[in-house]
């Protein structure tokens, strides 16, 4: 009696599925990498920590977004400290630049959220 219902049902649950993983399938990341990273001399009681990061966006269609760099900051007098930095990403290389105090250090840095982009056809 309700076997003309429960084919429809399935067929349109197995549609939403098909559409979320084609939609799904379209979104790329690009790879971020890092090449060059420093930390400065002291001068006006601040260091700066820089880094250069090669951007593969081959597989993206747009042409930046934003990603984040997460950070455990050392202090002489206090306890590290773990926080994020939003950066843009450009195909290419690209620098960023985070300042921290003369009793700071960078204990780890890495790369955390990275927008997903359209994917090139």
């Not at 993983?21 to 690009?30: G, V």
């Not at 300042?99 to 990275?114: H, N, Q």
């Amino acid at each position: 009696m309700h076997r003309p219902f429960f084919a429809p049902l399935c067929a349109a649950i197995a549609l939403v599925s098909g559409i979320t993983e084609t939609t799904a399938a379209q979104l790329c990341r690009p790879a971020l990498t890092f090449k060059d990273v420093h930390f400065s001399e002291v001068r006006n009681l601040q260091r700066t920590w820089t880094a250069a990061l090669a951007v593969d966006a081959s597989r993206c269609a747009s042409t930046s977004g934003r990603f984040d760099l997460a950070f455990t900051r050392e202090k002489e007098n206090a306890p590290d400290l773990e926080f994020v930095e939003r950066f843009t990403w450009k195909p290419g290389r690209i620098e960023v630049t985070v300042y921290f105090w003369r009793d700071e250090a960078v204990l780890d840095y890495s790369i955390g959220y990275v927008e997903p982009c359209t994917c090139r056809n």
